[in-house]
């Protein structure tokens, strides 16, 4: 099976981890997780401030994502007109490694991981998000997201045009909860 359509793995509590073959160099794959222009064509617009302690802004508009006409679901509705939060950088090493704090003001503060492995011209991202924990509607909604935001890197670094957010995710949530159940 191809990497790039394989399924996240849920590999301990609260943790759910995706590994993706990409299109390089990995400074490349970088400044689309760093540069808010970029990070804006394939998760979300947004600063990421280039330090331990830096702040990381999402702003998150999934119709933007792509040209498809794609309504959103109407259980997603509160995210009609977007939404945005921020985290704080917890590891900065480019162009290899970075993490952040995610949900900040929520409480709940879980944080993501990015990895990145030069392979001859191709990148291995590793993607790791923990500290979910243990609702399995978050883990569908947060496994489905990334996965369909990942699905929309790949595409974006290969220069075509990505399908719909709303019609691969809600394809995504149905997928991760057979995988739950």
């Known amino acids: 099976m191809d990497i790039n359509s394989q399924h996240g793995t849920f590999s301990g509590p609260g943790t759910i981890r995706f590994e993706r073959l990409l299109p ?3 400074e490349r794959v970088w400044d689309y997780l760093t540069k808010s222009e970029m990070k804006a064509k ?3 617009a947004g600063d990421v401030e280039p330090r ?3 702040k990381v802004e999402f702003r998150f508009r999934h ?3 792509s040209e498809a006409d794609d309504p959103i679901p109407e259980k997603h509705k509160q995210m009609q007109d977007g939404t945005y939060f921020e985290g704080r950088v ?3 090493d480019p162009p290899r490694l970075l993490r952040y704090t995610w949900g900040e003001e929520t409480g709940e503060v879980s944080e993501v991981t990015y990895e990145l ?4 011209e191709k990148v291995l991202l590793i993607l790791t998000h923990v500290r979910l924990g243990d609702d399995p509607a978050i883990l569908i909604s947060v496994a489905s997201g990334w996965h369909t935001h990942l699905g929309i890197l790949i595409d974006r670094l290969k220069g075509d ?3 719909g ?3 691969v995710h809600s394809r995504m949530e149905k997928e991760y909860g057979e995988l739950l159940n």
């Open 24 to 26: 390089g160099p990995a």
């Open 42 to 44: 394939w998760l979300s």
């Open 52 to 54: 331990i302690g830096g």
């Open 63 to 65: 119709s933007d994502l």
């Open 90 to 92: 917890t590891a900065w």
């Open 117 to 120: 492995i030069p392979k001859g």
């Open 161 to 163: 045009e990505p399908r």
């Open 165 to 167: 957010f709303w019609r």
